[in-house]
């Protein structure tokens, strides 16, 4: 794999304004995406894991400034994304695509998917005039559809067809970075695994990038170069596949990998039950965030906020945000409860 | 087939009616939930899973229909039943949970009054002793401070405890049968983890058999003794959960497990099914699964194949299983060390 650093996001932050009072004064902030920073290099697949409101999906919007990012910077192949004017920034969006999980709501219905593709590609001016209509061909096989199928509406296809049109309508312009939001999460297992393994082809054929956001870590583990793991705004954790598969260090992190249901039903395994439920990103816990949920949490959790760092029985991109970490490891630090 | 079943199903068959056509959304359905024992019913969209579920209890509307088979609980076809004995069997005897338990939660009643409501009616309790039993039902499903949330309403709820509440309601009659439609699939895999402990606890508990309809052959595995594998409005195979995940036989169980992304194991490629479910018009008059098996021969696809014993407890609905398999005599359907 190259190493050069394709998009680079530092100290980004996501804040929704919570409008309210008699003057409609901001009077609090939804801190969706607090403080992250991650590098992304070229031909890899990195995935962003968490569960819902952790950021993950926020994150991919901020990137390509569906939402206006609060602070921070972003960095894409040397360009400032953040500092592009509209007209700059639509044709910058040529190499940046994005793929949503809702292949239902992410298609114009009154659009027949040759116009679709069309459209993209007008806009973008990837592809002269009279050679679209042989484009449009190509991307349909590709993504393993009849060229013939251009010609229908989106739902005259069913949801995995649909995942596959959201797919060439990305591919159509060329990009070098696709963000996929949950694209294969709203299939059933047999439809995701054509999706997965068509993604994973096209990766290699046309050296694309993905950062690929997903809650299922099953599809993390196989299409992953890279995991970053976030909490309620925040990564806890992030390193190379497999050492986050293999030697997992952040407490949140092995809660989330023990709770996942394992099929085969004679794997014993000890389950890690997190008590309570996610806090609320308005007024996230102080100190560690995970602190609330944490069978280690201690006084020093509550207070001091932890920062990413790497500690020498880990691998060198391997980085944990926690106090203890170290004595977790050690076995010199017990559960609270 | 066990001797001590709580339920059966026979060919069960559900359509649906439009403009003249006929879906055919249960087309035969037939499986066992032992006493006591969890059963598993797992397929993909549209394979008549929740369909089946529905039926059993009768809560098919219009345009949908019960047009044939048997449901027999303790002895009894309920499909004889009428309206009124039903009503005395739901939330009872048998109670339902359902996946998105926003929708299924009424908005504008309290906790306690909807926890109430089935002891009103199945057990004719009143207002007060009705709220201290549904104090106690909900600290049974892990609620924190049970006497503040029985005044809350849905809203305030986040999506783990609106599940536990819909648990909690199920529950409140001690009912013999659980029927779970995708009890976990809208929550986060923490909060899954602690419904599905919850589940098996209170199964422990009250000596309840459960029917756990589900898309996740993770959560078959880890919570279920016997499972139905259905494919376009049948069961494909039926096996207990073990031998199931051992020496899966039907194609479409093995493509399923092939295509599988797991979290617990480095897998290099993932093998899928080819193809998409067919459509109830291109739907093959013979086996259902014909036109996406890499098996299929001319004989599949016009001849049904029936549901066979192949061993105790166990059924398949294959005609590789038979004596008239005209295909490939070597054919092996799943090699173990593949997978493992």
Known sequence: ?337 | MQSESILKVKDLKTSFFDEGNEIKAVDGVTFDVPQGKTLGIVGESGSGKSISALSILQLIDEPGKIIGGEVIFKGKNLLENSDKEMRKIRGNQISMIFQEPMTSLNPTQTVGQQIREAYKTHQGIGKKEGNKKAIEMLKTVGIPSPERRIDQYPFELSGGMRQRVMIAMALACKPELLIADEPTTALDVTIQAQIIELIKELQKDLGMSVIMITHDLGVIAETCDYVAVMYGGKVVEYRDVITLFKDPKHPYTVGLLNSLPRHDIEQEELIPIKGTVPSPDEMPAGCRFASRCPFATEHCFVNLPELIDIEENGQIRCWIYTDEWDGDQEVKVYEPERTS
């Open chain 1, 1 to 337: 794999m190259s190493q050069k650093e394709l998009l680079k996001v530092e100290n980004l932050k996501q804040y929704f304004p919570i409008k309210g009072g008699v003057f409609g004064r901001t009077i609090n902030n939804v801190k969706a995406v607090d403080n992250i920073s991650f590098t992304v290099y070229e031909g890899e697949t990195v995935s962003i894991v968490g569960e819902s409101g952790c950021g993950k999906s926020t994150t991919g919007r901020s990137i390509l400034r569906l939402d206006e990012p609060t602070e921070g910077n972003v960095q894409f192949d040397g360009v400032d994304l953040l500092s592009l004017n509209k007209r700059k920034l639509r044709q910058k969006r040529k190499d940046l695509q994005i793929i949503f999980q809702d292949p239902y709501a992410s298609l114009n219905p009154r659009q027949t998917v040759s116009q679709m593709l069309n459209e993209a590609m007008e806009i973008q001016n990837v592809v002269p005039k009279n050679e679209r209509r042989k484009r449009i061909a190509e991307l349909m096989e590709l993504v393993g559809l009849q060229p013939y199928q251009a010609d229908r509406f989106p739902h005259e296809f069913s949801g995995g067809q649909r995942q596959r049109i959201g797919i060439a309508r990305a591919l159509s312009v060329d990009p070098k970075l696709i963000i996929a939001d949950e694209a294969v999460s709203a299939l059933d297992v047999s439809i995701q695994a054509q999706i997965l393994n068509l993604m994973k082809r096209f990766q290699r054929e046309l050296n694309l990038t993905y950062l690929f956001i997903s809650h299922d870590l099953g599809v993390v583990r196989h299409i992953s170069d890279r995991i970053i793991v976030m909490y309620l705004g925040k990564i806890v954790e992030i390193g190379d596949k497999k050492s986050i598969f293999e030697n997992v260090q952040h407490p949140y992190t092995k809660a989330l990998l023990s709770a996942i249901p394992v099929p085969d039903p004679e794997k014993k395994k000890e389950r890690i039950i997190l008590k309570g439920d996610v806090p609320s990103p308005i007024n996230p816990p102080t100190g560690c965030r995970f602190h609330t949920r944490c069978p280690f949490a201690t006084d020093k959790c509550r207070k001091e906020e932890p920062v990413l760092r790497n500690l020498d029985y880990m691998e060198e991109n391997h980085q944990v945000a926690c106090h203890y970490v170290k004595q977790i490891h050690d076995g010199e630090h017990k559960q609270v409860y």
